[in-house]
């Protein structure tokens, strides 16, 4: 009969009594409450999200060691604790939910106990005896919450749309390589699902690779309002046991060991109370997760088929699309598109509610903002990635296809209008959707225009630019 592994306890305690902890484990009793409080999600605690928290308890020892307020000795552990998180250890210890009550207590004393039993044993002492190094005294000194976890929300969240907008960028460039392969390949082009006028499909890829480009841009104006931090504002942005000094250089230090670009808010207040600023990144993602829809509703309108859709494009077969019918294949990257876009516009609305109903001098639902907010990044990260490897890169043109829709659709009688006006063209489109004669051919018939004038008109590249084939070639036409 296999043998159980014993395990052994320590004795831990907190305000709310005392509790045995596992004695391997670097979390304490405050992250062991929370676990067995907020089981909701069953998921584990971004990572970048715990480096996040790494790094401001860097910056935070380092600080409070230039200033005389934490020893050396302590501080240097610290540090050495965190790096070593950021090196990818001790993750596992993070054990509290991503969705939790406390406006986050739960996540930044999970991490105040692991640096600290971390730093307990690299100074020779036994995880647990705080006396050594504390949680609260040592590796949270000088902060609050209300200050850690709304600056760990945006350094992840900049550290995960830097990577969106790396695969946005690649959307983009493989865009503008279809419109520019496809832009002598003239179709039909389509309002409200009826037949408009003609249009080349190197120029509905190229307006698609406008529309990214466009939310990229709007997604770094938002991305700004992510390098505002509150640290150093504690509790309630006013700084209470936070030394003068520790608040004029706790970002810089941070800003020095992340490497990464930040400022002070204006207001400590202003930006512990408020989270308009996860609003407005949420917001351009879930513009840029519509646009990204819209244009995979697109491709797979244009796909389908193959034989009793519109068939104008193929998209890259990836798998069976069927269980029963034999050969079909599904638009299914498309498809995951748009589910990711679903999905985001939904967290959209949970992180607009949850800025929404902070109370006076706090926000307590920063965990469900964050759980959301980066999910949406890296859904939509992933969501773009496999668009472009899997889909857009592979897209091929049915140029046969798309012009045989083009010379016998009705469309075409637009160009007409300024030649035999409104009404006659009309006229003529009724006629050919009665009878399945072509425009031209009527035209001909009736003798509107000649064969040469017509085929000027009705060519589909002019008709695809602003040009001659108007009101200039009427105009020559009376003069004449």
């Not at 859904?379 to 829709?405: K, W």
Request: charged share 20%; hydrophobic share 40%.
């Amino acid at each position: 009969m296999e043998q159980k592994h014993k395990v052994d306890y320590r004795v831990e305690k907190d305000s709310i009594g005392t509790k045995d902890v596992p004695e391997d484990v670097y979390y304490g009793v405050q992250s062991l409450r929370a676990a067995e409080n907020f089981h909701i999600t069953g998921l584990s605690m971004h990572p970048e999200i715990i480096n996040s928290l790494a790094y401001i308890k860097k910056a935070a020892a380092i600080t409070n060691c230039e200033i005389g307020i934490l020893d050396k000795r302590r501080a240097t552990a610290i540090v050495k604790a965190c790096d070593e998180i950021l090196a990818g250890k001790f993750h596992d210890d993070f054990i509290v939910d991503p969705i939790q009550g406390g406006a986050g207590t739960s996540l930044n004393m999970n991490a105040n106990e692991v640096i600290a039993n971390r730093a307990i044993e690299i100074l020779g002492g036994q995880k647990g005896d705080y006396s050594i190094v504390n949680p609260n005294d040592h590796v949270n000194c000088g902060q609050s919450t209300n200050d850690v976890i709304p600056t760990a929300g945006k350094m992840t969240s900049l550290r995960l749309l830097k990577n969106l907008k790396k695969e946005l960028l690649r959307l983009h460039k493989a865009l503008c390589a279809k419109a520019n392969e496809f832009d002598h390949v003239i179709k039909m082009g389509r309002t409200q699902m009826q037949d408009a006028v003609p249009i080349r499909l190197g120029q509905e890829f190229h307006a698609y690779s406008v529309a990214i480009m466009r939310d990229i841009k709007r997604m770094d104006k938002a991305i700004d309002e992510m390098r505002s931090l509150n640290m150093g504002g504690t509790a309630v942005g006013t700084g209470i046991n936070a030394d003068e000094a520790y608040l004029n250089r706790i970002v810089p230090n941070l800003v020095e060991v992340s490497d990464m670009e930040f400022v002070q808010a204006f207001d400590l207040i202003d930006a512990t109370q408020n989270l308009d600023p996860f609003v407005s990144v949420s917001g351009s993602i879930k513009a840029c997760a519509v646009t990204l829809s819209k244009i995979a509703n697109d491709l797979r309108l244009m796909s389908s088929g193959p034989r009793a859709g519109f068939a104008e494009i193929n998209l890259p077969a990836k798998q069976n699309g069927s269980s029963i019918m034999p050969g079909k294949v599904n638009p299914v990257i498309p498809e995951v598109v748009n589910q990711v876009a679903f999905n985001i516009i939904g967290n959209d609305v949970t992180i607009t509610m949850a800025a929404e109903a902070g109370q006076l001098e706090l926000n307590a639902f920063e965990p469900i903002v964050f759980y959301c907010l980066f999910q949406s990044i890296d859904t939509l990260a992933y969501a773009v990635r496999t668009f472009v490897d899997n889909c857009v890169s592979g897209i091929t043109a049915n140029e046969t296809r798309c012009r045989y829709l083009v010379e016998n659709s009705v469309g075409i009688i637009t160009a007409i209008c300024p030649h035999v006006g409104y009404q006659k063209a009309a006229d003529i489109a009724k006629k050919a959707l009665q009878t399945g004669e072509s425009v031209r051919s009527l035209i001909l018939q009736e003798k509107l225009l000649g064969a040469e004038e017509l085929d000027h008109i009705l060519d589909p590249v002019n008709m695809t630019e602003p040009g001659i084939s108007g009101k200039e070639l009427l105009l020559q036409k009376s003069l004449s």
